[in-house]
Nanobody, 125 residues
């Protein structure tokens, strides 16, 4: 299984972007999925996660009310809708899969064992 993130770009503050992460393989629907982001020189940080069924989501405090994670298991794709973007949202965004897919979705990097290549999001002020 591979993950391919897309949808990044340059946007003005207050604007919106939707990231997509497409997974190959037939077991995507059993994975919890997450989005993380990283700024050069800083540790990767959790953004949002969604249960394999789509029935539960978790968000970092910094994006609550602005970002929405969703998934379409029929399309093997997870999305991150980002609204009211701020310059501090600028980062490389990574999608990741918790292939175990049991228990609650988690906000810790170590819980995810498959990572996409990242897509750059730049928010100008």
């Amino acid at each position: 299984v591979q993950l391919q993130a897309s949808g990044g770009g340059l946007v003005q503050a207050g604007g919106s972007l939707r990231l997509s992460c497409a997974a190959s393989g037939r077991t995507f629907s059993s994975y919890h999925m997450g989005w993380f982001r990283q700024v050069p020189g800083k540790e990767r940080e959790f953004v949002a996660a969604i249960r394999w069924s789509g029935g539960s989501t978790v968000y970092a405090d910094s994006v609550k009310g602005r970002f929405t994670i969703s998934r379409d298991n029929a399309k093997n794709t997870v999305y991150l809708q980002m609204n009211s973007l701020k310059p501090e949202d600028t980062a490389v965004y990574y999608c990741a899969a918790d292939k175990l897919g049991t228990g609650n979705v988690r906000d810790r990097e170590y819980a995810y064992d498959l990572w996409g290549q990242g897509t750059q999001v730049t928010v100008s002020s």
